[in-house]
């Protein structure tokens, strides 16, 4: 801003402006004076020249105090008005026009404060900007530490592997703004993947993917690390147009799933959005959705396991129902062998479920035990019996045909009829129905054995129950 000359006028304070333009207007009595005198009290001596040049000279300076006192009120109007302004909210607004007084000091003021107050207001926007990243990061961050809770108590609960797996898929969806989510595992015998669970767009055709040992993922594959593409880690051209005519995804972040330090499947997220560059964190946060995909994976496998190994129904006592399937196979096959028979019976308890109703389970389950101590007390030591349902039983008979299959079926039906019909309530009078398969007769295997047996069963409902059905 230039300075203005400090001979004028302009650049004097605002109380010597005052000082003068009051000198001045004070002119304005003594010209009135001066027109009293030279009308009334010298009429006779005519108009003189000095007289009428007083009176120009008067009028001269009475305006030039008049254009004085309307500047100074002028720029104190200009700055008010800005003022006002200002404090409505327009900080954008500033005082031009600025000389060096006291109403140019206070415009300079003014214009200092707003630009303060400009610079704040940018301070202030930018932290409101960083704020809100940082509310939007820990916002997905709680969400991702919320999903795998969600997944973790799902394992913790011994959920089905499908239902960990899908959830597990979603949640890691969640990730650095993916379209897609997706898990492939290992085939066996073999080197190559099939997809296994997929979550977003474009499901039904990721679901077919198979993927080779040496296809866009030989970095997880072979060398066991992540793999990322992205705008700063690309694939050959080739590679490149092959992983997205297949996986239809630009950017992909996938990682191993180690299952006793063999790798046994790839866990994977992507998106189709240009210039896309996945972070650190998002490296370590789908890391731990990797771990637990492969402790639920390890889970499931001990699960199976310990239901192989263990034979006995915990409620009766009896051998379960893999195990009865599995020894009435090996009693097949030794009988085919030795070209000996190998009877079968299966039992259904008549109206149970009616019975839980009214008695509540307690009795039910009393009533199961009471018929389990009658099935053991009823066969021989090389027949095994075993609990097939809630309310079914099993019998394999080895070395048996299909009528002394019947005879022992039979023999089971009357004592449990004997051992209820002594309840004082006809509603507790409980009685079984079964159903008898012989092999070679009904079948060649355990499941054909089994489901003849079945058969016979549901014949034996529908003739009346309390019935024993399979010899022709």
């Known amino acids: 801003m230039a300075k203005h000359n400090d001979s004028s006028l302009v650049s004097k304070g605002l109380r010597y402006k005052l000082k003068i333009a009051f000198s001045l207007m004070s002119i304005l009595p003594l010209l009135v004076c001066i027109y009293l005198v030279s009308n009334y009290i010298l009429p006779s001596a005519g108009l003189r020249l000095d007289i009428a040049l007083a009176i120009v000279i008067s009028v001269f300076i009475a305006i030039i105090g008049f254009f004085v006192i309307k500047e100074v009120f002028d720029r104190i109007l200009s700055v008010t008005t800005e003022a006002k302004l200002i404090a409505g909210g327009d900080i954008s607004r500033k005082v031009d026009n600025i000389a060096g ?79 897609a989510a997706y898990l492939l595992f290992k085939e066996e015998d073999s080197e190559n993947f099939y997809m296994k669970v997929v979550d977003g767009v474009r499901t ?31 694939l050959p051209e080739d590679s490149s147009a092959v992983f997205y005519e297949k996986f239809k995804l630009r950017n992909t972040l996938a990682l191993p799933i180690f299952l006793k330090g063999k790798l046994v499947g790839v866990l994977g997220i992507g998106n ?136 022992t079926a039979e023999d089971i039906r009357k004592k449990v009829e004997f051992a209820f019909s002594e309840e004082q309530d006809v509603n507790k009078h409980v009685t079984i129905s079964g159903g008898v398969a012989e092999n070679p007769l009904d079948g060649i295997d355990a499941a054909e054995l089994i489901a003849k047996a079945g058969e016979s069963v549901k014949v034996a409902k529908a003739q009346g129950r309390n019935r024993i059905v399979g010899v022709m």
């Open 101 to 179: 007084d006291e109403v140019g000091d206070l415009g300079d003021s003014l214009n200092q404060l707003t630009r303060r107050i400009r610079g704040n207001m940018d301070e202030l926007k930018n932290y409101s900007e960083k704020t809100t990243e940082i509310n939007l990061a820990i916002q997905k961050r709680v969400l991702v530490l919320s999903s795998l809770l969600q997944v973790s108590s799902l394992i913790s609960q011994g959920s089905k592997l499908e239902d960990i797996l899908r959830i597990a898929i979603e949640k890691s969806r969640l990730l650095a703004n993916s379209e």
């Open 204 to 234: 039904q055709d990721l679901l077919k993917i198979k993927v080779d040992a040496g296809e866009a993922f030989d970095r997880v594959i072979k060398n066991n690390r992540y793999f990322v593409l992205d705008s700063e880690n690309k």
């Open 272 to 407: 189709t959005k240009e210039s896309f560059t996945y972070k650190k964190e998002d490296i370590e946060l789908l890391d731990i959705f990797a771990k637990q995909v492969s402790i639920a994976v390890e889970n499931d496998i001990l699960m199976h396991r310990v239901e192989r190994l263990e034979i006995k129904d915990a409620l009766t006592g009896l051998y379960n129902e893999v195990f009865i399937r599995a020894r009435l196979q090996e009693e097949i096959k030794r009988a085919i062998s030795c070209q000996r028979p190998c009877g079968f019976v299966l039992l259904n308890i008549d109206n149970f479920k009616k019975f839980h109703q009214n008695f509540g389970s307690l009795q039910a389950e009393a009533i199961l035990k009471k018929i389990s101590t009658l099935l053991k007390s009823s066969v021989s030591d090389i027949d095994r019996v075993g609990r097939f349902g809630d309310n079914e039983f099993a019998i394999v008979l080895p070395e048996k045909n299909k009528r002394q299959a019947h005879e």
